[in-house]
């Protein structure tokens, strides 16, 4: 049933909402449904292709600044080791980019004063964001799209890895999932006491109306005055049940049985967020101690991996030392040959 709907007050301040969460989880259609409803993508926008055929949504000159950042720290965009959280932040922090996303966003704003910046990306790096709205005078406001890990593993298999090999499946969809596990936990700290809202995507298909009248009033957004919240409108075109493509739950998916166990504790403790209003003092703790659980699954992974990894590297090439190991082994022998027609033993007195 839809809840009945007034706009909100006008506001005179500028404001920003950035669309974070993980690729594949609706972040598309809230930034699309977003600008439908009156905020201004920042011109020009990245074009429809196969993959999303509605629209991206995103800026061009922000795709190609996480670009940027993202080649600078070495990490991917739905990476799962829990490092990348550090390395990402060590980029964040110098002032070269902080600057740039500055300069930028105070042109965007001379566009407009009610922007949304979606490009899930930049779940990684939200604290530059949030600088630069503080720089401009503009309130932040985070909407983080939660869609369950299983589907959105599926949905990335089909979308960028539609050759993956059955044999590859069950590593790439624990690859898949501890990559959602890792973001979704380092982007709800990184907003974690800003203006923040949590959104199922399903929940945005099934009524978008009431959906989007909590984004607008825990955000505190102004609607256009000429909204009629009642009336049809170009949304209902826009977003229909048939974008979810993906119906998958964990019985369809192959992965360890812990990693499927954690991952299921984190969407449940999003969901109490979802449901809060974007703050639950206990749920923030579960998540907390989840990242250390998730932390040391990792490590326990990577000690079990070192042999491979060190043999994929030796296969790679010469481990560090090797050349001159050889080297050191060709001399002792040049020297114990030269030892055997002098008579002299190799470094003696």
Not at 23 to 37: A, D, W
Not at 152 to 165: F, I
Not at 340 to 348: C, Q, S
Request: charged residues 25%.
């Amino acid at each position: 049933m839809t809840t009945a709907l007034s706009p909100s007050a006008p506001r005179d301040r500028s404001r920003l909402v950035l669309v974070v969460g993980s690729g594949r989880s609706g972040t598309s259609s809230m930034s699309g449904t977003l600008k439908y409803l009156g905020l201004h993508v920042p011109q020009p926008e990245v074009q429809a292709n196969k993959t999303n055929p509605r629209g991206f949504f995103e800026p061009e000159w922000v795709i190609d600044f996480t670009n940027d950042l993202l080649t600078a720290c070495g990490i991917n965009s739905s990476d799962a080791r829990p490092t990348a959280v550090a390395l990402a932040a060590g980029v964040a922090r110098l002032e070269q980019h902080r600057e740039q996303l500055r300069t930028w966003l105070g042109e965007a704003l001379q566009q407009a004063d009610r922007l949304v910046v979606k490009d899930p990306r930049t779940s990684w790096f939200q604290d530059i964001w949030i600088d630069a709205a503080h720089h401009h005078d503009v309130v932040p406001s985070f909407v983080t799209m939660l869609r369950h890990p299983a589907e959105v593993s599926s949905s990335r298999q089909t979308h960028y890895k539609s050759k993956e090999a059955p044999q590859e499946r069950r590593a790439g969809t624990t690859l898949r999932v501890a990559g959602w596990v890792n973001l979704n936990l380092a982007t709800e700290l990184a907003n974690r006491g800003e203006r923040r809202v949590f959104v199922r995507y399903t929940d945005l298909l099934a009524d978008w109306r009431a959906t989007m009248c909590q984004v607008h009033e825990r955000l505190d957004l102004a609607s256009p005055p000429e909204l009629d919240w009642s009336a049809p409108h170009e949304v209902d075109e826009f977003l229909d049940a048939g974008l979810r493509r993906h119906h998958i739950g964990w019985d369809d998916v192959d992965l360890p049985d812990g990693l499927r166990d954690l991952a299921e504790q984190v969407w449940r403790q999003l969901g109490v967020l979802v449901t809060s209003g974007g703050s639950d003092a206990a749920a923030e703790m579960a998540l907390d101690e989840l990242r250390d659980d998730y932390a040391a699954m990792y490590a326990d992974a990577e000690a079990m991996a070192r042999d491979a990894a060190q043999a994929a590297a030796g296969r790679a090439g010469p481990r560090k030392g090797t050349r001159s190991a050889k080297r050191r082994r060709a001399a002792k022998a040049a020297a114990y040959a030269g030892a055997a027609t002098t008579g002299e033993a190799p470094g003696g007195g």
